[in-house]
């Protein structure tokens, strides 16, 4: 559609980069005895929400890519 759209997909993308780097950075504290149900349940929601933003990211650029195409 618009620049915009490419721009924001790479800032989703840089997102879930992100969200992967740190949900990386904590997995070796996740499986310890003490942890929770709780725990279990933020790191579910942490890959969810990595790859809800990726596929946002990848979609927004796509946009970018067939309008282009067809323009």
Sequence with gaps: MKKKDFFA???FLFIAGYFT???VQ???QLFIESTT???YF??????ALI????NLGL???KRFF???KAA
């Design 21 to 23: 780097y740190e949900l």
């Design 42 to 47: 933020i790191a579910f929601f942490r890959v």
């Design 51 to 54: 790859i809800f933003v990726f």
């Design 37 to 39: 149900m709780w725990q």
């Design 59 to 61: 979609t927004l650029i």
């Design 26 to 28: 904590d997995m070796p």
């Design 9 to 11: 997909g790479l800032f």
């Design 66 to 68: 067939v309008s282009r």
